[in-house]
């Protein structure tokens, strides 16, 4: 139960609540003018304070955020379950993300005599809460205790008066069914699977768009052409594991490589050396050949024709030339010989050395090819971790592609598993459903009597479970309303017998918008018996004259209002002044 809820300004008007049902009214006064107004007065910011202290995210439009209230604290006080003592909860907008809880009881069990208060997390807080007032067993669980509050406390401003199975304009049905499942005693596991699937076919949807892109397409690509493609790298990494297993390492490798690389530079250079020798040994033979003695025997025939007679001392100096001449040439032909000779000799020396290398070089060669070097068995190993990798991807966007190609099957196969599923759990939970679905059906006959067919179904559908309460209308908003009355009324009911939800119920004056009068005598009479016989509180904010309606119709109200009175004056308001 809350106990009453206060700031350390002291403008502030403390609000005390009481058990069963608690009427806090915004009233006209004798200075009202026609001008002024209750929209203001902090009917719906009570609401918000709460959902704040319970651990709210913090927003920067929220009214605690404002400039005029950012610097103050507010406080709540509550029972808390398992606690003979009141729980004292405080926050500012200053810290928004710590509250400081007196005593912390964010640990599983009570510490003892010697609890202190303790400023917490708010996700330790919300944690607190779920495990505490919800009965959620661990963390991490479907459920979320925020998801929870926000069908005892509805929120105006969020839209949580559009549906009653929705407690904000945003959320999503299936997140709404799951949190709901726990409230009235389902299967939440069932609920989730809902959820899941209803995931997993937006994610598909997603991917069937994506790869329809010519560039995004090419990232999960077809089934048949990766197929082709992984059988082309299997290929290629066998070769490259055969290759490396049946690789030998030779030691000194590079050293035996550059060493054939010289030999190999020698023997060409001595192959281009013995070619050149060969045409010199060729020429020089070939002058050997022509080497021959001038014939000078015309010279005396021609000087005869010319009737010159050549005298003995012509002769003997033509003699003395004719000596020297032959000498010449047979110092010539001497030297060409012994060229030929050193030639020769060169071309065999040659020869022998080149053969010698050829050997040489033969036998690195033999050793080169019957291995290789480690560096090069590295690059193998290398290129194999590569294609295994290119591989291992191409597997993976394998069987993406599959399971998209296959998850619509997959999706509608299970869906139809789970529903089956779940109609045979509601029918395990038969007296759950009953009681639930009694209850909606007593809060409505009460409100409209027998001629509205009022129900609460719990039927399981192939998207989504459904669980929807009804009262036949003609689409006003009053009787709207009035649905989510009775259903909220019948969750918290259900869930508080079962430990699995707190003790009170909020309402916001918005919820009575539209209603009629005889209806709303009716609902605040019925929320007070039921309150009283459950041992819960409903909390509800309403203005003097919506109130007054419901008393001319015989609703007592005095005993159920509660203080302060709020009223449309500068300083009637809840916080004291207008902002």
């Excluded at 939440?188 to 209803?198: C, K, N, Q, T």
């Excluded at 598993?417 to 006959?445: G, K």
Aim: hydrophobic letters at 35%; a negative charge; aromatic letters at 6%.
């Amino acid at each position: 139960m809350l106990h009453s809820l206060t700031s350390d300004d002291d403008r502030f008007r403390t609000i005390r609540f009481g058990t069963g049902l608690n009427l806090l009214v915004a009233e006209r006064t004798d200075a009202s003018t026609d001008t002024d107004s209750r929209n203001g007065a902090g009917k719906s910011s009570m609401v918000e304070l709460l959902h704040f202290l319970l651990g709210a995210r913090n927003e920067p439009k929220a009214v605690w955020a404002g400039e005029k209230l950012r610097d103050h604290t507010f406080r709540l006080k509550l029972d808390w379950p398992g606690r003979p003592e009141t729980l004292t909860v405080t926050r500012s907008a200053t810290r928004p993300n710590r509250v400081t809880l007196d005593p912390d009881i964010t640990r599983s069990s009570p510490g003892g005599l010697f609890e202190h208060a303790a400023e917490v997390s708010t996700k330790d807080w919300q944690w607190a809460m779920e495990r505490d007032l919800y009965g959620v067993d661990s963390e991490g669980a479907e459920v979320s205790g925020r998801t929870l509050l926000s069908f005892a406390i509805r929120r105006v401003d969020a839209g949580g008066f559009l549906e009653p199975t929705r407690t904000f304009a945003q959320q999503s049905p299936h997140d709404a069914m799951v949190n709901l499942c726990h409230l009235f005693g389902l299967d939440v596991g069932l609920a989730a699977r809902y959820r899941l699937l209803s995931n997993q076919e937006a994610t598909r949807k997603k991917l069937v768009e994506a790869a329809k892109d010519p560039v995004w397409g090419k990232i999960v690509g077809r089934s048949a052409e990766l197929r082709g493609e992984i059988g082309a790298i299997e290929q290629r990494v066998s070769e490259l594991e055969h290759q490396i297993a049946s690789f030998q390492v030779v030691p000194e490798y590079e050293n035996i490589r550059r060493e054939a690389d010289e030999l190999d530079r020698r023997i060409r250079s001595l192959r281009a050396s013995e070619a050149v020798d060969r045409r010199n040994l060729q020429d020089m033979e070939q002058s050997v050949d022509e080497v021959a003695e001038p014939d000078d025997r015309y010279l005396e025939s021609a000087y005869k024709q010319l009737n010159l007679i050549l005298g003995q001392e012509v002769r003997r100096r033509f003699d003395d030339v004719r000596a020297f001449h032959e000498t010449v040439v047979r110092n010539r032909e001497k030297q060409l010989h012994e060229e030929i000779s050193r030639l020769r000799r060169l071309l065999e020396e040659r020869t022998r050395t080149r053969t010698r290398l050829g050997e040489r070089q033969a036998a690195l060669l033999h050793t080169l090819n019957s291995g290789g070097a480690l560096d090069a068995l590295n690059s193998l190993q290398y290129a194999l971790a590569r294609e295994q990798a290119h591989l291992e991807s191409l597997r993976h966007r394998f069987q993406a592609a599959q399971a998209l190609e296959a998850s619509r099957r997959e999706i509608e196969a299970k869906r139809l598993e789970l529903e089956q599923e779940m109609v045979t759990d509601l029918e395990d939970r038969d007296t759950i459903t009953f009681e639930a679905s009694s209850l909606f059906n007593t809060y409505a006959r009460r409100l409209y009597g027998d001629g509205k067919n009022p129900y609460l179904t719990f039927s399981p559908g192939k998207q989504r479970m459904q669980i929807e309460p009804k009262i036949e209308d003609d689409g006003s908003r009053g009787i709207h309303n009035m649905v989510i009355f009775c259903f909220d009324l019948t969750a918290a009911v259900i869930a508080h017998r079962a430990g699995r939800g707190p003790d009170f119920l909020v309402h916001d004056s918005h919820l009575y918008d539209g209603v009629d009068e005889r209806q709303v005598a009716r609902a605040l009479q019925l929320a007070a018996e039921v309150t009283e016989t459950e041992r819960m509180q409903y909390i509800v904010t309403m203005n003097s004259d919506d109130l007054n309606k419901a008393v001319s119709m015989g609703f007592e109200a005095n005993p159920y209002i509660i203080e302060p009175h709020l009223t449309d004056q500068p300083d009637g308001g809840l916080f004291g002044f207008r902002f």
